[in-house]
């Protein structure tokens, strides 16, 4: 079956430290892949995606590559801020049809410390 | 344009009682998704809609919970006899296939539920 795994958290951080978070996933074909965030006292928000081998995805600074052949879709970030405190989730959608319900990781809290 | 909401915001219900969770999507989409988020379980899908019908309900964890979806807008997810384990957050989103970002769903602030 579907399924994604991320490293556990919580993770403390220096400002201006770089961040990796890792995720893999198990899935059949291609499924579509995102890093969604949750930051304190606020909903979640699509942060980035990549929906095929290969792509990147990147926003607020933060980037991911969509590796088929290691199952992966790590997030990076070079320089975190105080602000990029929050939890993050990586999840993927199956690949084919129209059900695209989202399968998640258990997230991965960040504490950026000034 | 107005994004996902949902109602109520915080419920506090006895165990036993029956509780309604509401979800307005953004106007047009016609997907419609309920997850629950819970300190044990993480981010779990429960329902999937594609206009009013529901191809997918695979995660409804018990026969006590179901949903259903109106007008192919407004979707209610209700829980009978409620208990303890049914506490968590109960997330709506909408996306709408087709269209250039199809896989992006939009989440809702989520109903807090507490089961006493």
């Known amino acids: 079956g579907n399924s994604v795994t991320q490293m556990e958290g919580p993770v403390t951080l220096s400002e201006e430290a770089f961040l990796t978070i890792n995720c893999t996933y198990t899935?059949?074909?291609?499924?579509?892949l995102f890093w969604y965030v949750q930051y304190p006292g606020e909903g979640l928000q699509l942060l980035l995606k990549a929906t095929k081998a290969d792509d990147k995805g990147s926003n607020k600074g933060f980037e991911a590559t969509y590796r088929k052949e290691t199952t992966s879709f790590h997030l990076e970030k070079g320089s975190v801020q105080v602000s990029d405190s929050a939890v993050y989730f990586c999840a993927l959608t199956p690949w084919g049809g129209n059900n695209r319900k989202l399968i998640w990781g258990l997230g991965t809290s960040l504490a950026v410390n000034p | 344009g107005a994004g996902v909401s949902q109602s109520p915001s915080n419920k506090v219900t006895e165990k036993g009682k029956d509780v309604e969770l509401r979800c307005d999507p953004i106007s047009g989409h016609t997907a419609l998704y309920w997850y629950r988020q819970s300190l044990g379980q993480g981010l779990e899908f429960l329902i999937y809609f594609q206009g009013n019908s529901a191809p997918d309900k695979s995660g409804l964890p018990s026969d006590r919970f179901s949903a259903e979806r109106t007008g192919g807008s407004v979707s209610t997810l209700t829980i009978q006899r409620t208990q303890q384990e049914d506490s968590a957050v109960y997330l709506c989103a909408s996306s709408s296939p087709g269209l250039l970002s199809p896989d992006t769903q939009y989440f809702g602030p989520g109903t807090r539920l507490t089961v006493l």
């Open positions: 899935a059949t074909g291609y499924p579509s």
